[in-house]
T-cell receptor, first 114, second 120 residues
Framework: DAKTTQPTSMDCAEGRAANLPCNHS???????VYWYRQIHSQGPQYIIH???NNETNEMASLIITEDRKSSTLILPHATLRDTAVYYC???????????????FGKGTLLTVNP | NAGVMQNPRHLVRRRGQEARLRCSPM?????VYWYRQLPEEGLKFMVY????????ESGMPKERFSAEFPKEGPSILRIQQVVRGDSAAYFC??????????????????FGDGTRLSIL
C-alpha cells in the first residue's frame, strides 16, 4: 500500500471548517483513499473514502487532486467533539493479496478550540 | 446498537493467566479483523478471519496468541500465559464479505471500541 504523509497536529476554531491534508504521492491507480478518526479511548471511526472523484457524506467531504497524489478531508463546521487523531490510509480495495489490511500511521491530531 | 461489539471493555490479568477477548461483528458482516494498539503507537494488524477460517494471521505473535471465528457466536482472541508486554488496546473490525467479482472490496472496515488489557 502507498505511504501517506500527514501533519502531526492541527488546530481549528469551533464552528470553522477543518481542512486536513494528506500526501500520497506513490498511490496506484487501483488504490482508494480512506479516512478514519480515533477519539480518545474509542475505536477508529470510519469517515469517508474515495478513488478519484470528490466525495461527500453526512460527516465530511473528501477532495482528491486530479493527479491523486494528495487529498484533503474537510469537516465543514468543526465542533469540540471532532477533536481526535485523523488517519489517512491508502489501500487496494479489490482483488487478492493482503489488501484488506489497514495500515495506520501516526495521523494528525486535530484539536478544536472553543 | 448495530455496531461492532467487543467485551470486556477492560480486562485485568496477572502474568501467566489467560486473556480471552470477544468480538461480535456488525449484523450482516462475515469478515473479522483484529488489531493491536500498543501505548503511544498506531494500530497494527494481527489476524483476519472468516467464519470457521483463518485467512491471514501474519500479524499474530508466533506463540501464545490464537484467534477463532466459529460458525456460531463471536470471534475470540485468546492470549495464553500473558506477559506485561501484552498490555495494549485490542480492536476488532468487521466488513461485509467479498463478492465473487470483488464488488464489496471497497467496503470499509468498522471498528469496535476495543478491549483494554492490563497485565499486573
Amino acid at each position: 500500500d502507498a505511504k501517506t504523509t500527514q501533519p502531526t497536529s492541527m488546530d481549528c476554531a469551533e464552528g470553522r471548517a477543518a481542512n486536513l491534508p494528506c500526501n500520497h504521492s506513490t498511490i496506484s491507480g487501483n488504490e482508494y483513499v480512506y479516512w478514519y478518526r480515533q477519539i480518545h479511548s474509542q475505536g477508529p471511526q470510519y469517515i469517508i473514502h474515495g478513488l478519484k472523484n470528490n466525495e461527500t457524506n453526512e460527516m465530511a467531504s473528501l477532495i482528491i487532486t486530479e493527479d491523486r497524489k494528495s487529498s484533503t478531508l474537510i469537516l465543514p463546521h468543526a465542533t469540540l467533539r471532532d477533536t481526535a487523531v485523523y488517519y489517512c490510509i491508502v489501500r487496494v480495495a479489490s482483488g487478492g493479496g493482503s489488501n484488506y489490511k489497514l495500515t495506520f500511521g501516526k495521523g494528525t491530531l486535530l484539536t478544536v478550540n472553543p | 446498537n448495530a455496531g461492532v461489539m467487543q467485551n470486556p471493555r477492560h480486562l485485568v490479568r496477572r502474568r501467566g493467566q489467560e486473556a480471552r477477548l470477544r468480538c461480535s461483528p456488525m449484523k450482516g458482516h462475515s469478515h473479522v479483523y483484529w488489531y493491536r494498539q500498543l501505548p503511544e503507537e498506531g494500530l497494527k494488524f494481527m489476524v483476519y478471519l472468516q467464519k470457521e477460517n483463518i485467512i491471514d494471521e501474519s500479524g499474530m505473535p508466533k506463540e501464545r496468541f490464537s484467534a477463532e471465528f466459529p460458525k456460531e457466536g463471536p470471534s475470540i482472541l485468546r492470549i495464553q500465559q500473558v506477559v506485561r508486554g501484552d498490555s495494549a488496546a485490542y480492536f476488532c473490525a468487521s466488513s461485509p464479505g467479498q463478492g465473487v467479482l470483488g464488488e464489496y472490496g471497497n467496503q470499509p472496515q468498522h471498528f469496535g471500541d476495543g478491549t483494554r488489557l492490563s497485565i499486573l
